[in-house]
């Protein structure tokens, strides 16, 4: 039960520290010595530095999911703006670490796809994890009339992923929020605005989209 | 001028070596050893390995802005065909190292803008320049009728330079080019090819978008 705890706690400041730094600047040592724990000791824990990288990622990825799956399948919510709230939480979490982290797994996808085949792939079902949620929400969208009926939920879904990804990595070079806003503005306004513009029209006088 | 060549060896190796592996992890040994420069002697090209860190970037910059300009501000071409050479040009690159390197200045913004301000402050001077380019090539198109007549430069620049950069990171982590032709496909079919139609559908039928 306390290795399970220190597992825990170790998992839990590599995730901060690899979050910070990236995976290859962050030392095991920095990681034992932050938790407290015994230098030493790390390989009564982990098999290996990949073995430590492998689970930070299966416990974020467990944490996180569980919140996507509360914004995005938030049932009090019309399917949309759920969305904008799973854009709003990105930017808070952006704001909260002054631009500095950005997002745990496309950090890793970036540092780590090519060199690893197993990160790569454990980092790949994570990210489908994400879009099977974006899909299933842009599906609610187009059945609730939001968006126009001949929406590809899956096309989108990736294509927001990855948009939403880059923002981030925007964000971060550029210390500021504007490329997540400017990310969100152009999919509501220009895409999803327009997608459903037809049957607005069709229905009477067409609402100036802001 | 011999000096100068070894220098220009070394950048050019540890720009090969940073794509591949990242920043952090691309030691200063290696470096000197794949270019055959004698070990100790770092230090009489560049002051530190930020420095270095610093000269790869900018040769990066320099070398693939005049790629840009040449793809970006083809005199032969329509604006909106050039966009799509640009994309083509960037799915070519990621084959051709079978998804393995992305784009070095995404790369090592992913990994460094939070760790070094001299670092993120070159980088987003890089996206910058980027972003200047695909702007110019948008006004082209806007003032040529292939886009709509308010359709915001500025912004759409960011968002596709976002979305790119989004979108190749996702190539990396799922081993294909599929993210990548995904966001080239909704940014033509869904948001270029949708701005133009009012114009379109002004002038008579409607052609429908494929």
């Known amino acids: 039960m306390k290795t399970q705890a220190t597992r825990d706690k170790l998992i839990q400041i590599?995730?901060?520290l690899i979050a910070e730094q990236g995976f290859n600047a962050t030392g095991i040592n920095a990681v034992l010595s932050r938790a407290g724990v015994p230098k030493g000791s790390f390989y009564h824990y982990f098999s290996s530095k990949e073995?430590?990288?492998?689970?930070?990622?299966?416990?974020f990825a467990e944490q996180y999911d569980a919140r996507l799956v509360a914004i995005l399948q938030a049932p009090d919510q019309p399917p949309l703006a759920r969305l904008r709230r799973y854009f709003e939480a990105g930017r808070i979490d952006m704001h909260s670490c002054d631009h500095a982290r950005g997002c745990l797994i496309g950090?890793?996808?970036?540092?780590?796809?090519?060199?690893?085949?197993?990160?790569?792939?454990?980092?790949?079902?994570v990210f489908r994890q994400w879009e099977r949620h974006l899909v299933v929400c842009l599906e609610e969208a187009r059945a609730a009339g939001e968006v126009a009926e001949d929406l590809d939920a899956e096309r989108l879904a990736g294509f927001i992923l990855a948009g939403w990804q880059g923002a981030m990595l925007r964000a971060k070079t550029t210390k500021s929020l504007a490329p997540m806003e400017a990310f969100e503005q152009v999919l509501f306004h220009e895409l999803l605005g327009r997608e459903v513009e037809p049957r607005k029209t069709a229905a009477g006088a067409a609402p100036e989209t802001p």
């Open 51 to 59: 073995d430590f990288g492998l689970a930070v990622i299966d416990a």
């Open 14 to 16: 590599g995730a901060e």
């Open 107 to 125: 950090n890793l996808g970036q540092e780590l796809s090519s060199r690893s085949e197993a990160f790569r792939a454990r980092l790949d079902q």
